[in-house]
């Protein structure tokens, strides 16, 4: 088994530590954070995911046991307040400690007002009418002089939000690829293949790499969804060892990236599936 193109998984996974169902407090998801970023699989990680309402406790944090500046996304939920987002953006821009990189929030019809001029948006999208409207602005958002923007979904359970099947991540992943809107996605993500775990389903990363491929290179969402019904292993692993060099940026131009609560898990299990070369990802980090 080859391993997978480092560039496929560079800076991939976020770090949803503080989120459900990890729910770590944040100072050991700080320290967690600088062990994961001074780690043979660092190049895998991406940045420190944080509510918005913990910008001050982040700041405290962060210059009670200084460190490496930690680079951070500023996190609202779809339904909090947006300039919760504006005002943590403030507390911290200050802050020598802190490098805030992003920020995540509920889409809605207004957010081109917030100022957070020149600061990269995630803009988490509805179900339902409201989720082609929302798409459809954010691809007009993207050709937009200075507004770095992408959408996001959400591909795990929550109590307020059924667990997205496979077709219907397949339309989402084939309408981003049309329309040319790069995208995050988070939650359930823990796993490298599609399976049921503790009763519950969960989509499989492979798969998803796979399918966001396949979204790019077909016209119609039927064949991301095949790929995302996938349970064997051994198929998705030769597949994302044989993508090459074009393939893999076209599928990391739409999937900028996805929060996990615990790293480690995904990257366990790449390693188990050998296709995961920590040396080749750490100098596609640092060439």
């Not at 600088?34 to 309402?53: C, E, N, T």
């Not at 939000?161 to 809107?181: K, N, S, Y």
């Not at 030769?238 to 131009?253: I, K, N, T």
């Amino acid at each position: 088994m080859s391993p997978a193109p480092p560039a496929l998984l560079a800076g991939l996974i976020d770090d949803a530590a503080v989120f459900p169902p990890g729910n770590a407090p944040l100072p050991v998801a700080v320290s967690r954070h600088r062990a994961h970023r001074g780690s043979p699989y660092a190049g895998l990680v991406g940045p420190l995911l944080v509510p918005a309402v913990d910008a001050d406790a982040l700041a405290a944090q962060a210059n009670s046991e200084p460190g490496d500046v930690l680079s951070v996304g500023l996190i609202a939920r779809p339904g909090a307040d947006p300039n919760l987002v504006v005002d943590a953006v403030q507390r911290l821009g200050g802050d020598p400690l802190v490098d805030v990189v992003g920020a995540e929030l509920g889409w809605f019809a207004g957010w081109r007002g917030l100022a957070v001029e020149g600061l990269p948006l995630t803009l988490e999208v509805p179900r339902g009418a409201e989720r082609d409207r929302a798409l459809d602005d954010v691809a007009a958002a993207v050709d937009e002089v200075g507004r770095p923007v992408q959408a996001k979904f959400r591909t795990g359970a929550t109590p307020t939000w059924q667990w997205p099947d496979e077709a219907e991540l397949a339309g989402f992943l084939h309408d981003c690829a049309r329309l040319g809107v790069p995208f995050k996605l988070t939650g359930g993500l823990h796993h490298a293949v599609r399976a049921d775990h503790d009763g519950d389903p969960q989509h499989g990363l492979l798969n998803v790499l796979l399918a966001v491929h396949a979204a790019a290179h077909d016209g119609s969402p039927a064949a991301p969804e095949t790929v995302l019904s996938e349970r064997d292993p051994r198929p998705l692993a030769d597949a994302v060892s044989a993508l090459g060099e074009p393939e893999v940026r076209r599928v990391r131009s739409l999937l900028t990236a996805y929060g996990c609560c615990e790293v480690t898990d995904p990257i366990g299990e790449l390693r188990d599936l050998d296709l995961l070369d920590l040396d080749l990802v750490h100098h596609q980090e640092n060439p």
